[in-house]
């Protein structure tokens, strides 16, 4: 028995000890995984901001369409302009189809991975590793993903530096640090759970959510919210993907914010996203 035991604490020791900060300092000569140096926040970029929101304003609002049968409260909020927007999507997509009887004729809603596909060509889930005290992975379920291409979002609650952090981060694997210092805690369980759906139910506005908390269960609304489970690489296999940081614009379309699985700690800070792009 206590043996077992060691060896259940070892092998957690071992995932953990790559975010354990003392650990890396005294071990960054001495391993290359942990190792990365960025001259200028530009150089770490795979591909451009605008290719980074293009890509989310894309899937988002092909969520946005797929799910209009519950959309109506929130349409009758927006302006005219954004809805003979999403009315001149919808013709394109169903063209006898008119936008406020859409909600009462539509039949086929297709998943969240489903609606990846039919954006970006491939999809992508989590799941457990084949490999043994892999833990969860994520992987690619359908379709080819293009070198350059947006493959997951980093969730979680963003921290500036100065913010409180130490409870949440004890035990905790799924914190990762922005080159500004900022914390993005990516936990799905525990007391950072019950941060984040506090902070969500915080910034709610009505009917219009300013951020997805799906992430959190097992049914998750943002097929792309998924990043903190990709087993970025090791010492013995090179990654497939590289993470990229990316601030959500100001301007972001209100109705949209329903599927960015990030929210700020502090409600008067604009939130961040960690993105993970394909480099093959």
């Known amino acids: ?57 894309k899937v988002f609002q092909a969520l946005f369409i797929n799910d209009f049968n519950k959309q109506s409260d929130i349409l009758t909020m927006l302006p005219e302009t954004v809805k003979s927007k999403y009315h001149d999507l919808l013709s394109v997509q169903h063209p006898r189809v008119k936008l406020l009887e859409y909600r009462h ?74 080159l500004d210092g900022v914390l993005i805690d990516g936990n799905d369980k525990g007391i950072s759970k019950v941060v984040y759906r506090s902070c969500n139910g915080r910034d709610q506005l009505g009917p219009l959510k300013m951020s997805d908390s799906t992430w959190l269960t097992s049914e998750i609304c943002n097929p792309l919210a998924v990043g903190q489970y990709v087993n970025n690489c090791s010492n013995d296999r090179a990654a497939n993907v590289c993470y990229q940081e990316f601030d959500v614009p100001a301007v972001f379309p209100l109705e949209l914010k329903q599927y960015l699985p990030n929210i700020a700690y502090s409600c008067d800070k604009q939130r961040g996203n960690w993105v993970a792009q394909s480099v093959k």
């Open 1 to 57: 028995m206590p043996g077992r035991l060691l060896r259940g604490l070892w092998q957690r020791w071992r995932r953990y000890k790559y975010r354990f900060v003392p650990w890396i300092a005294l071990n960054l000569n001495h391993n290359p995984r942990t190792v990365r140096y960025v001259p200028e926040e530009s150089k770490d970029k795979v591909i451009s901001d605008e290719d980074v929101l293009g890509t989310l304003l």
């Open 105 to 178: 004729q539509q039949q086929n809603i297709f998943k969240p991975e489903e609606i990846l596909y039919k954006t970006l060509g491939f999809s992508v889930a989590r799941a457990t590793s084949s490999l043994i005290s892999a833990g969860k992975g994520v992987f690619v379920t359908r379709g080819l993903v293009p070198k350059g291409a947006v493959v997951a979002m980093y969730p979680g609650t963003v921290y500036q530096k100065y913010e409180p952090i130490f409870f949440q981060s004890i035990g905790n694997p799924f914190i990762f640090r922005c």
